[in-house]
Protein backbone atom coordinates (compact mmCIF):
# COMPACT_ATOMS: atom_id res chain seq x y z
CA UNK A 1 0.00 0.00 0.00
CA UNK A 2 2.75 2.48 0.82
CA UNK A 3 4.19 1.68 -2.50
CA UNK A 4 1.09 2.14 -4.07
CA UNK A 5 0.34 5.56 -2.70
CA UNK A 6 4.28 6.73 -3.48
CA UNK A 7 3.85 6.07 -7.47
CA UNK A 8 0.60 8.04 -6.78
CA UNK A 9 2.38 10.49 -5.45
CA UNK A 10 4.61 10.87 -7.48
CA UNK A 11 2.92 11.56 -11.10
CA UNK A 12 1.20 13.61 -9.10
CA UNK A 13 4.04 16.00 -7.53
CA UNK A 14 5.62 16.06 -11.18
CA UNK A 15 2.69 17.09 -12.77
CA UNK A 16 1.49 19.86 -10.43
CA UNK A 17 5.15 21.20 -9.97
CA UNK A 18 5.02 22.33 -13.71
CA UNK A 19 2.58 25.41 -12.64
CA UNK A 20 3.28 25.66 -8.19
CA UNK A 21 6.15 24.82 -6.12
CA UNK A 22 4.91 21.54 -3.95
CA UNK A 23 7.05 19.49 -2.18
CA UNK A 24 6.35 15.90 -2.01
CA UNK A 25 5.22 15.62 1.70
CA UNK A 26 2.22 18.32 0.59
CA UNK A 27 1.74 16.11 -2.70
CA UNK A 28 1.16 13.18 -0.21
CA UNK A 29 -1.48 15.06 1.92
CA UNK A 30 -3.11 15.83 -1.47
CA UNK A 31 -3.88 12.35 -2.49
CA UNK A 32 -4.98 10.71 0.87
CA UNK A 33 -7.43 14.29 1.13
CA UNK A 34 -7.95 13.16 -2.68
CA UNK A 35 -9.02 9.72 -1.74
CA UNK A 36 -11.15 10.49 1.08
CA UNK A 37 -13.02 12.78 -1.04
CA UNK A 38 -13.07 10.00 -3.92
CA UNK A 39 -15.16 8.04 -1.35
CA UNK A 40 -17.58 9.73 -0.04
CA UNK A 41 -18.82 11.27 -3.70
CA UNK A 42 -20.25 9.79 -6.85
CA UNK A 43 -17.35 9.08 -9.38
CA UNK A 44 -14.96 10.24 -7.30
CA UNK A 45 -15.73 13.18 -8.36
CA UNK A 46 -14.52 14.35 -4.80
CA UNK A 47 -10.86 13.17 -5.36
CA UNK A 48 -10.61 16.31 -7.53
CA UNK A 49 -11.74 18.56 -5.43
CA UNK A 50 -9.84 17.42 -2.13
CA UNK A 51 -6.24 17.64 -3.98
CA UNK A 52 -6.53 21.19 -5.02
CA UNK A 53 -7.18 22.28 -0.63
CA UNK A 54 -3.24 23.09 -0.97
CA UNK A 55 -3.07 24.33 -4.72
CA UNK A 56 -3.56 28.46 -4.92
CA UNK A 57 -6.65 29.11 -5.63
CA UNK A 58 -5.37 30.80 -8.97
CA UNK A 59 -4.11 27.55 -9.76
CA UNK A 60 -6.85 25.13 -8.76
CA UNK A 61 -8.13 24.47 -12.39
CA UNK A 62 -4.11 23.65 -13.73
CA UNK A 63 -4.25 21.36 -10.73
CA UNK A 64 -7.84 19.43 -11.74
CA UNK A 65 -6.53 18.82 -15.63
CA UNK A 66 -3.60 18.12 -14.66
CA UNK A 67 -5.54 15.28 -12.87
CA UNK A 68 -7.34 14.14 -15.89
CA UNK A 69 -4.37 13.99 -17.60
CA UNK A 70 -2.92 12.02 -14.66
CA UNK A 71 -6.05 9.17 -14.74
CA UNK A 72 -6.30 9.28 -18.33
CA UNK A 73 -2.68 7.67 -18.10
CA UNK A 74 -3.50 5.33 -15.43
CA UNK A 75 -6.70 4.18 -17.28
CA UNK A 76 -4.90 3.60 -20.43
CA UNK A 77 -2.68 0.63 -18.39
CA UNK A 78 -5.52 -0.59 -16.92
CA UNK A 79 -7.19 -1.54 -20.44
CA UNK A 80 -4.46 -2.16 -22.37
CA UNK A 81 -2.83 -4.81 -19.70
CA UNK A 82 -6.70 -6.07 -19.43
CA UNK A 83 -6.65 -6.80 -23.31
CA UNK A 84 -3.31 -8.58 -22.80
CA UNK A 85 -4.74 -10.85 -20.11
CA UNK A 86 -8.37 -11.40 -21.75
CA UNK A 87 -6.37 -12.79 -24.76
CA UNK A 88 -4.16 -14.76 -22.31
CA UNK A 89 -7.53 -16.42 -20.86
CA UNK A 90 -9.35 -16.97 -24.30
CA UNK A 91 -6.10 -18.78 -25.94
CA UNK A 92 -6.32 -20.94 -22.64
CA UNK A 93 -9.85 -21.54 -23.05
CA UNK A 94 -10.94 -20.01 -20.24
CA UNK A 95 -14.62 -20.55 -20.06
CA UNK A 96 -16.94 -17.58 -20.11
CA UNK A 97 -19.50 -15.80 -22.21
CA UNK A 98 -18.12 -15.33 -25.92
CA UNK A 99 -20.23 -11.74 -25.37
CA UNK A 100 -18.24 -11.06 -22.11
CA UNK A 101 -14.92 -10.93 -24.01
CA UNK A 102 -16.15 -9.80 -27.25
CA UNK A 103 -17.63 -6.60 -25.08
CA UNK A 104 -14.85 -6.14 -22.96
CA UNK A 105 -11.77 -6.56 -25.80
CA UNK A 106 -13.35 -4.65 -28.97
CA UNK A 107 -14.75 -1.79 -26.06
CA UNK A 108 -11.11 -1.86 -24.02
CA UNK A 109 -9.68 -1.37 -27.83
CA UNK A 110 -11.44 1.05 -28.82
CA UNK A 111 -11.25 3.46 -25.46
CA UNK A 112 -7.69 2.19 -25.45
CA UNK A 113 -6.26 3.65 -28.95
CA UNK A 114 -8.71 6.71 -28.14
CA UNK A 115 -7.21 7.46 -24.89
CA UNK A 116 -3.41 7.24 -26.43
CA UNK A 117 -4.06 9.33 -29.24
CA UNK A 118 -5.27 11.93 -26.83
CA UNK A 119 -2.95 11.71 -24.22
CA UNK A 120 -0.33 12.18 -26.70
CA UNK A 121 -2.15 14.78 -28.59
CA UNK A 122 -3.64 17.15 -26.15
CA UNK A 123 -2.95 19.95 -28.27
CA UNK A 124 -5.91 18.68 -30.85
CA UNK A 125 -8.33 19.99 -28.34
CA UNK A 126 -6.75 23.61 -27.63
CA UNK A 127 -8.55 25.40 -30.32
CA UNK A 128 -11.85 23.82 -28.59
CA UNK A 129 -11.11 25.17 -24.93
CA UNK A 130 -9.68 28.27 -25.81
CA UNK A 131 -12.81 28.64 -27.95
CA UNK A 132 -15.17 27.99 -24.99
CA UNK A 133 -12.93 30.13 -22.82
CA UNK A 134 -13.79 32.85 -24.93
CA UNK A 135 -17.56 31.94 -25.57
CA UNK A 136 -18.61 30.85 -21.99
CA UNK A 137 -18.98 32.78 -18.71
CA UNK A 138 -16.11 29.98 -17.35
CA UNK A 139 -13.15 31.46 -19.05
CA UNK A 140 -10.48 29.81 -16.21
CA UNK A 141 -12.10 26.80 -16.57
CA UNK A 142 -11.57 26.28 -20.32
CA UNK A 143 -8.61 28.25 -20.40
CA UNK A 144 -6.66 26.01 -17.70
CA UNK A 145 -6.65 23.21 -20.32
CA UNK A 146 -4.15 25.49 -21.42
CA UNK A 147 -1.51 23.68 -19.09
CA UNK A 148 -1.65 20.49 -19.87
CA UNK A 149 -1.03 21.35 -24.01
CA UNK A 150 2.66 21.84 -23.02
CA UNK A 151 3.21 18.68 -21.32
CA UNK A 152 6.70 17.52 -22.72
CA UNK A 153 6.74 13.58 -24.44
CA UNK A 154 9.13 12.83 -21.71
CA UNK A 155 6.84 14.20 -19.01
CA UNK A 156 4.29 12.19 -20.39
CA UNK A 157 6.35 9.07 -21.03
CA UNK A 158 7.60 9.37 -17.32
CA UNK A 159 3.83 9.47 -16.36
CA UNK A 160 2.51 6.46 -17.96
CA UNK A 161 5.81 4.55 -16.48
CA UNK A 162 4.82 5.50 -13.11
CA UNK A 163 1.38 4.43 -13.59
CA UNK A 164 2.43 1.29 -14.93
CA UNK A 165 4.53 0.48 -11.89
CA UNK A 166 1.70 1.45 -9.85
CA UNK A 167 -0.82 -0.74 -11.67
CA UNK A 168 1.99 -3.35 -11.10
CA UNK A 169 1.53 -2.97 -7.68
CA UNK A 170 -2.46 -3.13 -7.35
CA UNK A 171 -1.83 -6.58 -9.56
CA UNK A 172 0.81 -7.92 -7.41
CA UNK A 173 -1.71 -7.18 -4.10
CA UNK A 174 -4.58 -8.56 -5.51
CA UNK A 175 -2.91 -12.09 -6.32
CA UNK A 176 -1.35 -11.85 -3.14
CA UNK A 177 -4.63 -11.51 -1.34
CA UNK A 178 -5.99 -14.47 -3.33
CA UNK A 179 -3.51 -17.06 -1.92
CA UNK A 180 -3.45 -15.50 2.06
CA UNK A 181 -7.42 -16.65 1.60
CA UNK A 182 -6.53 -19.50 -0.22
CA UNK A 183 -7.58 -19.67 -3.42
CA UNK A 184 -5.12 -21.60 -5.58
CA UNK A 185 -4.21 -21.82 -9.13
CA UNK A 186 -1.57 -20.89 -12.39
CA UNK A 187 0.06 -17.56 -11.30
CA UNK A 188 -0.25 -16.26 -15.06
CA UNK A 189 -3.97 -17.41 -15.43
CA UNK A 190 -4.41 -15.70 -11.94
CA UNK A 191 -2.69 -12.04 -13.04
CA UNK A 192 -4.34 -12.64 -16.36
CA UNK A 193 -7.32 -12.86 -14.98
CA UNK A 194 -7.31 -9.93 -12.05
CA UNK A 195 -6.19 -7.61 -15.33
CA UNK A 196 -9.48 -8.34 -17.57
CA UNK A 197 -11.18 -7.33 -13.68
CA UNK A 198 -9.46 -4.32 -13.75
CA UNK A 199 -9.95 -3.53 -17.65
CA UNK A 200 -13.55 -4.25 -17.03
CA UNK A 201 -14.83 -2.49 -14.36
CA UNK A 202 -12.85 0.74 -16.34
CA UNK A 203 -14.97 0.20 -19.36
CA UNK A 204 -18.32 -0.48 -17.58
CA UNK A 205 -20.01 2.83 -17.41
CA UNK A 206 -21.98 1.88 -13.98
CA UNK A 207 -23.68 4.02 -11.76
CA UNK A 208 -21.98 4.49 -8.21
CA UNK A 209 -24.50 2.97 -6.49
CA UNK A 210 -23.66 0.01 -8.20
CA UNK A 211 -20.13 -0.20 -8.48
CA UNK A 212 -19.84 -2.65 -5.31
CA UNK A 213 -22.56 -4.84 -7.06
CA UNK A 214 -20.73 -5.21 -9.89
CA UNK A 215 -17.43 -5.59 -8.79
CA UNK A 216 -18.21 -8.35 -6.49
CA UNK A 217 -19.75 -9.61 -9.79
CA UNK A 218 -16.91 -9.46 -11.54
CA UNK A 219 -14.56 -11.51 -8.92
CA UNK A 220 -16.75 -14.54 -9.09
CA UNK A 221 -17.32 -14.57 -12.45
CA UNK A 222 -13.94 -14.27 -13.05
CA UNK A 223 -11.90 -15.86 -9.93
CA UNK A 224 -14.96 -18.65 -9.74
CA UNK A 225 -12.68 -20.89 -11.87
CA UNK A 226 -10.26 -21.28 -9.58
CA UNK A 227 -12.11 -22.13 -6.26
CA UNK A 228 -16.01 -22.48 -5.71
CA UNK A 229 -15.66 -20.83 -2.44
CA UNK A 230 -16.92 -17.40 -3.29
CA UNK A 231 -16.93 -16.03 0.44
CA UNK A 232 -12.92 -16.02 0.02
CA UNK A 233 -13.02 -14.92 -3.27
CA UNK A 234 -15.25 -11.43 -2.35
CA UNK A 235 -13.08 -11.25 0.67
CA UNK A 236 -10.00 -10.82 -1.07
CA UNK A 237 -11.61 -8.34 -3.32
CA UNK A 238 -12.95 -6.26 -0.38
CA UNK A 239 -9.67 -6.32 2.03
CA UNK A 240 -7.53 -4.83 -1.23
CA UNK A 241 -10.10 -2.08 -1.16
CA UNK A 242 -9.78 -2.37 2.29
CA UNK A 243 -6.31 -1.85 2.25
CA UNK A 244 -5.84 0.58 -0.68
CA UNK A 245 -8.46 2.99 0.41
CA UNK A 246 -10.40 2.48 3.49
CA UNK A 247 -6.80 3.15 5.41
CA UNK A 248 -5.53 5.79 3.39
CA UNK A 249 -9.35 7.43 3.59
CA UNK A 250 -9.07 7.68 7.72
CA UNK A 251 -6.25 9.82 7.36
CA UNK A 252 -7.53 11.53 4.59
CA UNK A 253 -10.00 12.77 6.57
CA UNK A 254 -7.98 13.87 9.22
CA UNK A 255 -6.17 15.58 6.89
CA UNK A 256 -10.03 17.28 5.78
CA UNK A 257 -11.33 18.60 8.89
CA UNK A 258 -8.35 20.11 9.79
CA UNK A 259 -8.22 21.98 6.29
CA UNK A 260 -9.71 25.54 6.09
CA UNK A 261 -11.71 24.47 2.72
CA UNK A 262 -13.52 28.16 1.71
CA UNK A 263 -9.87 29.56 2.16
CA UNK A 264 -8.22 26.54 0.05
CA UNK A 265 -10.86 27.52 -2.59
CA UNK A 266 -10.37 31.26 -2.59
CA UNK A 267 -13.79 32.09 -1.14
CA UNK A 268 -11.79 33.23 2.10
CA UNK A 269 -8.57 35.82 2.39
CA UNK A 270 -6.29 35.73 5.02
Not at 92 to 111: C, H, K, M, P, Q
Request: charged residues 15%.
Amino acid sequence: MPLNLFFEVKKWHLLVNRFEKHSFLVAFLDILAGITGGMVTPAAIGDYAARILRISPENNWKAIWSNVVNSLSQNIIVVFSGIAGAMVLIFNRFEIDTRIWYFAIITGSVLSLISILVFFNLHWLQAFFRKMASKTRWPKVFGSFDIVTGLSRRLQFKVLVLSFLRYCVFVLQYYLLLRFWGIQGHAIMMISAICAIYMIQTVLAVPPVLYWLIRGELALLMLGHFSDNGVFILAASFTLRFVNQVLPAVLGWMILINTNISRSLGYERD
